[in-house]
């Protein structure tokens, strides 16, 4: 059910191949900066956005990947904020890019775009959701569906 204490957001994976290497972006806040934490790029739908549109500005505000090739819809997961204890409803995308250059264009936050291997045992997020988007992509790539 959506209402006041719900916040629906979409966003996405996006994947960039680097020889038999799979590598996604992450952002961080500069005020997670110090705790080393890192996020799936994801935000607010806006007035008027359908869900992959406002994947594809949230990922370009927040870890800087304009050139972005949809792949599919990976389904939305729901998880309580853990600051205003809404119930949050996200929209998860995923994206390939060749693009390798980061550049966040967000202007409310400071925001930082890093390459990551997919595969990497110690990639994981705070946010247990985002960990089982990540994981259900790494499948896919095992699976050779991508």
């Given at each position: 059910?959506?209402?006041e204490?719900?916040?629906i957001?979409a966003g996405?994976?996006?994947?960039?191949?680097?020889?038999e290497?799979?590598?996604?972006?992450?952002?961080?806040q500069?005020?997670?900066?110090?705790?080393?934490?890192w996020?799936?790029p994801?935000g607010?739908?806006?007035?008027?956005?359908d869900f992959e549109?406002?994947?594809?500005?949230e990922?370009?505000?927040?870890?800087?990947?304009?050139q972005?090739?949809?792949?599919?819809?990976?389904g939305?997961k729901e998880?309580?904020?853990?600051?205003?204890?809404?119930h949050?409803?996200i929209?998860?995308f995923l994206?390939?890019t060749?693009?390798?250059?980061l550049?966040?264009?967000?202007?409310?936050?400071?925001?930082?775009?890093?390459?990551?291997?997919?595969?990497d045992?110690?990639l994981?997020?705070?946010?247990?959701?985002?960990?089982?988007?990540?994981?259900l992509?790494?499948?896919k790539?095992?699976?050779s569906?991508?």
């Open positions: 059910m959506v209402n204490t719900t916040s957001s996405g994976v996006v994947l960039r191949k680097v020889g290497k799979w590598l996604i972006a992450l952002e961080q500069e005020k997670y900066k110090e705790k080393n934490i996020f799936l994801k607010h739908v806006e007035i008027g956005e549109t406002a994947a594809r500005r990922i370009l505000e927040e870890v800087g990947v304009s972005l090739q949809l792949v599919e819809y990976l939305e998880r309580i904020s853990n600051v205003k204890k809404i949050k409803i929209h998860y994206f390939l060749n693009q390798v250059e550049y966040p264009s967000a202007t409310d936050k400071v925001h930082v775009g890093k390459w990551f291997d997919l595969f045992p110690a994981r997020t705070v946010y247990e959701e985002q960990n089982q988007i990540i994981d992509v790494r499948e790539v095992k699976n569906e991508l």
